[in-house]
């Protein structure tokens, strides 16, 4: 159903990264949705008027309050799918970002309102009276929720939208909550236990959860996050796969929403390479990339020694010894400045954000003495920064902590 839909009414469906594409998904997301929703509300709330069940209305207009989020979902992707302006040169993604925030605090308020009421069956328990219509009915509820789940977390996944993936967490929650209802009301009939309150607490931390982590993930892009190893490794590998590109450096990627970015790099060219020539070349690099990663990438060139032996020489005595006291820092900008009876080696030295001030400064006295035991002549001058990448496991660890 979901390959259909998107065959029927998105054009040039595999280009998920133009933003004309990305917003043809959003806005059919939002309008089955919408309409998913209205459906849902129009029978339950008939159904309920005609069985008079207070819970069959409130679970309609709960359905109400859902096509409300597919609403927010539609304006988000609209407003973000607009193009580049004056004010906004980079275009307007992080409408989107926005858009998913919301409904994560709809997710919220659906979590909390749920326990509210969870809670005051808990401390008054009610008889809950069986009836096979509202059985039927809220079922009905659950295989379409369960469609609408797994329908914008396909969709979601495929352009990486966060809105449509706060939208299917949603949906899971409201199957959760339904499904715990349909269940309280059998176990009521076959045992006379009122256990809907217990059921709807657990849900409750259930949906409430998902909407903290929905809130959480969102605001990541929004307040500026390290560079994902794998989006580095591919930018990285592009930039030093040119002839002349010696090596790079403290590259930042700013992400103005999922298909607008801007990067900068430090690309490391030789020392004898002409202004001009190196020139054309970064330019070259930075219209390429533009091209084959979408990617406004602004290169900073930085000239490295690439015949003095004594330079080099002393640059890999440094490295090793940097490897070897810590396999996660590096070094770069590498230049030595020799004096009569010494030499300042001065380089940038890049420590891990695990590191404290006392754990920095340790490591910079042992490189010191190391440097020092090797060649007496020899003094370090370091520049102490961090990465802008993330660290190697980060993103198992992010997928260990979803699942």
Request: net charge negative; charged share 25%.
């Amino acid at each position: 159903m979901t390959d259909f839909l998107v065959r029927i009414f998105v054009k040039d469906r595999e280009n998920v990264q133009d933003a004309k594409v990305r917003t043809a998904y959003g806005v059919m997301a939002s309008i089955v949705g919408i309409c998913c929703n209205i459906l849902l509300f129009s029978i339950k709330l008939a159904g309920g008027l005609l069985m008079g069940s207070i819970s069959v209305m409130a679970d309609a207009f709960n359905n109400l309050s859902d096509a409300a989020s597919s609403l927010v979902s539609f304006v988000g992707v609209k407003l973000a799918g607009r193009p580049a302006d004056e004010a906004h040169p980079f275009g307007h993604g992080r409408y989107e970002y926005i858009a998913a925030f919301i409904v994560a605090f709809l997710v919220l308020e659906v979590g909390f309102s749920c326990l509210k009421s969870s809670v005051g069956k808990v401390l008054r328990p009610e008889a809950v009276e069986f009836d096979w219509m509202i059985v039927i009915l809220l079922v009905l509820s659950v295989f379409v929720k369960v469609w609408m789940a797994f329908f914008n977390r396909k969709l979601g996944g495929r352009i990486h939208s966060k809105v449509m993936q706060a939208t299917a967490a949603d949906s899971f929650g409201d199957v959760l909550v339904t499904s715990a209802t349909v269940l309280s009301l059998f176990i009521g009939k076959w045992s006379g236990l009122s256990v809907d309150g217990y059921m709807g607490v657990i849900v409750s931390a259930v949906v409430l959860a998902a909407g903290f982590n929905i809130a959480k993930d969102t605001l990541k892009p929004l307040l500026g996050e390290a560079i994902d190893r794998e989006v580095y490794d591919r930018i990285t590998a592009k930039v030093e796969g040119y002839e002349g590109i010696l090596g790079s450096h403290d590259l930042i990627v700013h992400n103005y929403g999922p298909t607008h970015s801007m990067a900068t790099i430090h690309a490391e060219v030789s020392n004898e390479s002409g202004i001009e020539e190196a020139h054309e070349l970064i330019d070259r690099i930075e219209r390429e990339v533009l091209r084959d990663l979408n990617l406004f990438l602004v290169i900073h060139m930085d000239p490295v020694e690439v015949r003095d032996a004594s330079v080099m020489e002393r640059k890999r005595m440094v490295v090793d010894i940097v490897r070897e006291l810590e396999p996660d820092a590096s070094i770069h900008d590498f230049r030595v400045v020799n004096g009569k009876n010494r030499s300042n080696l001065i380089f940038d030295l890049v420590v891990p954000y695990s590191y404290n001030e006392n754990e920095e400064m340790e490591l910079v006295h042992q490189i010191m003495e190391q440097v020092r035991a090797k060649d007496e002549c020899c003094e370090c001058v370091m520049n102490l920064e961090n990465s802008f990448v993330q660290p190697k496991g980060h993103e198992k660890q992010e997928k260990e902590e979803e699942s």
